[in-house]
Structures are given as C-alpha cells and as structure tokens.
C-alpha cells in the first residue's frame, strides 16, 4: 500500500465528482418556497411544470429556482421576507408582504413543481423572463435555463438570447400559457425536448 503526504498539496490528489443529489432534498427546501408573490397582489401569477429525466420518466427529487424582476423590471433590493421560529432558529415560512423575486421549490413524488410570483416585466432589450436554476439526481452542476413568458410575440421575437437559439428548440424557454394566470412550463434534462440550459457566467 501507498502512503500519501497529505500535509503537502502538491501529493493529494483530486477527488472524483459526484453528484449533487438527491441528499440536498434533506436541508434546502423550506415553508412557503414557491410562494414568492406577496398575498393578494394583482400581479400574481402561477407557474407549474413537470421536471423529466431522459427519459421521460418524472423526478420526484428536484429542486426548482426561480429569480424573477418585479412587474416594473427592477431586480428586488430588499432583505428578505421569512420568518424564522425564535425559538428553534427553524423557518416558518414568508411573511407574505416583501416580494424578493426568488423562490426554491422541490417536486412532488410525480415530478411536479408549482409557485406563485409576480408577472416581471422587461428589462432593457430582454422579453419578460424568469432565471431558473434546476438540481437533480444524476446532476454533476446544476443546470440554468429562462423561462419566457408568452403573449407578447415582438418582444419574443427581438429578445438577444431567444436569437441565438435554434428556431425549433426556442420553445422549451417559453411557458404555455392556461389560462387565468397560470403557465406551464416543463423542464427535460435531456432526450427528446430537451430544454435548452445556458452556461452561467
């Protein structure tokens, strides 16, 4: 057997990567993470999807982020908006009044998400969108993506990011709109529809 120096760096060897789930599941979902839209305001609105594997098969452990503007397309300044348990430290939940544009959702055991934001308006030469970020079993990085908002073609249409896509894939960053507020919007880490994910920078 081989002894190895660890007190000097240039011996230790990297370790191999691993995935980034399913264990955070555990610690980072929290009360009221998709809840994102202070209660009542008239700019509500509801996203929900599915997350797929290459399969097609539902994940029934993801994690969804979204950050969003506010509908005037001002990125959120504010603090933060959850209450914490004074006794415990734990979380309670949203206070229901600040709007901070973020949320973390995890799926349910059919792969499915939901959260509740405000409708974000443009920002300079952008369409109205939503960042979200995807973790999931099998994931070495999570993985960025957009989330469009449909309804408003010309501004689809002039967005720089949604140019630089391939014409037949520009419609998995664009929601399907349902009706009454609410827009659908599928994530599929890869195979068939495959949604496009961006490299962050």
Known sequence: MTKIDTSRPETVLPTPSHTVGPFYGHALPFTGGGDIAPVGHPDTIVLQGHVYDGEGNPLPDALVELWGADP????????????????????????????????????????????????????????????????????????????YLPGDEAALAADPLLGQVDEARRGTLVAVDEGNGTYRFDLRLQGEGETVFLEFR
């Open 72 to 147: 005037d397309g001002n990125v959120p300044r504010v603090d933060g908006s959850m209450l914490r348990d004074p006794a415990s430290g734990g979380f309670l939940g949203r206070n229901g009044v600040e709007f901070t544009g973020w949320g973390r959702v995890q799926t349910d055991a059919s792969g499915h998400w939901t959260a509740r934001t405000l409708r974000p308006g443009a920002r300079g030469r952008n369409a109205p969108y939503i960042s979200v970020c995807v973790f999931a079993r099998g994931l070495l990085l999570h993985l960025y993506t957009r989330l």
